[in-house]
């Protein structure tokens, strides 16, 4: 099951993209243009039973257009480095799935075909990640499923102690202590070192930001100002304060924190929207003993959290855009676009269909899908983002605080600084 990761890589810079493009602007698809074969890439995981939806999905495709097509399935961890490879050699597909934080690099790049001519209404896809693919009012990706962090807890638990959702950030708190407390062999709320996008929805909601552009067109971060502080504060205090986590947690990511609720050793913690599915499936004991809420505002409303996903995007140069778009709009409109939602655990990252869940009685998708419209944002819409991820700077900050390397005021100075670094260099 495919989850956003802090990827080990080495972007490379969009001048050197763009040098290969210029040098290889014919090469794209490896066959200079010929249509009688589409050539798709998909990243590997996202849906355990990809093989027999995309092989309806091209007789479909076939049958309308007479053009055959070649699903290939790139494991996540690989694709980076075999896109840049790709683009350097011209052998790129046609069309490509493409996290929201990679779209933007390739996207300045030159790599990427502007698709805004052929969408009719953009207003329809979720708008932080409509947004992802934009540059200039050029569309460079058409989103494709969402995914969203609130918080998945033990509703069994919760019951048994007399507590309800907590609607506070100091509520939050109190019920994990006071559960804590009474159920002491598990752990109350894990803080994960190594899943940055647990980190970021506290930061926002104590009012800071991970960057911001300014009007002259810099970027700043307010990790190290008060409100930003605040957010990161609250998060580390509930491991280093209050105990609620656990020591190993500090190496965790987002899938070590789904194991940990599914071997029943946790009782709350942000998790992914696709995750209840799998850990009910790994755990069936678990069937109608979980819960979801939406991450509360520090005083009231909701707190941001992350809304990551993937991007659909067609190769610049490749003589078969126009069959590419086709491909595209035949994943993100109708009833392929709502069913890779249902068969993989993510949302379809179209308004409407992201209302239809959000107005359902299911527990475990109703507080997700109420997040993503309420409650979504995004990281910055820059090539030079993808740098922030690939060298971790958010994670180290947060690795470096639980391990008492550094203070809270110590880390988001650090972080906010190699942010601005990195997105002014990059701009």
Request: hydrophobic share 40%; proline share 5%; net charge negative.
């Amino acid at each position: 099951m495919a989850r956003r990761r802090v990827h080990e890589y080495v972007p490379l810079p969009a001048a050197t993209l763009a040098l290969a493009l210029a040098a290889t602007a014919c090469g794209g698809g490896g066959e200079g243009g010929d249509t009688d074969t589409l050539q798709v890439w998909i990243m590997e995981g996202t849906n355990p039973d990809a093989s027999a939806f995309f092989d309806e999905v091209n007789e479909t495709f076939t049958g309308d257009t007479g053009i055959e097509v070649d699903v290939e399935f790139v494991p996540w961890q690989d694709a980076q480095d075999k896109i840049s490879t790709a683009i350097a050699g011209g052998t790129t597909p046609d069309v490509i799935e493409l996290g929201t934080t990679f779209t933007p690099e390739y996207a300045d790049a030159g790599a990427l075909h502007d698709l805004s001519g052929y969408i009719d209404d953009p207003s329809r896809f979720q708008q932080e990640m409509y947004e992802m693919g934009t540059i200039d009012d050029a569309a460079y990706g058409v989103p494709w499923y969402a995914s969203i962090r609130s918080i998945i807890y033990r509703a069994d638990l919760f019951e048994e102690h007399g507590h309800e959702a907590p609607t506070t950030w100091d509520e939050l708190r109190e019920t994990a202590i006071d559960l804590a407390e009474a159920e002491e062999e598990m752990i109350a709320f894990p803080v994960p070192g190594n899943a940055q996008y647990s980190v970021m929805p506290w930061v926002w909601g104590g009012g800071g930001e991970v960057a911001v552009e300014e009007a002259d067109g810099t970027w700043s971060s307010t990790l190290d100002e008060p409100e930003g502080r605040a957010g990161v504060e609250f998060f580390t205090d509930l491991a280093l304060e209050d105990g609620l986590s656990t020591t190993g947690a500090v190496n965790w990511n987002e899938i070590d924190v789904m194991e940990a609720l599914s071997d029943e050793q946790a009782i709350m913690a942000i998790s992914n929207s696709s995750n209840p599915k799998a850990i009910i499936e790994n755990n069936p004991d678990l069937e109608d003993k979980l819960g979801v809420f939406v991450l509360p505002g520090q005083e009231d409303g909701y707190t941001e959290s992350f809304a990551g996903g993937s991007l659909l995007s067609v190769f610049e140069g490749t003589g078969n855009e126009e069959a590419g778009w086709q491909y595209v709009d035949l994943l993100t409109d109708g009833e392929y676009f709502q069913r890779w939602g249902e068969e993989s655990g993510f949302f379809p990252a179209g308004v409407a269909e992201i209302e239809e869940y959000a107005d359902s009685e299911d527990p475990l998708v109703q507080p997700f899908a109420i997040q993503l419209l309420e409650a979504g944002k995004s990281t910055p819409a820059v090539p030079a983002w993808s740098q922030v991820e690939a060298e971790g700077i958010i994670v180290g900050m947060q690795q470096d605080i639980l391990n008492g390397n550094a203070t809270v005021e110590e880390a988001t100075a650090a972080a906010a600084e190699a942010i601005e670094n990195i997105l002014n260099e990059g701009s």
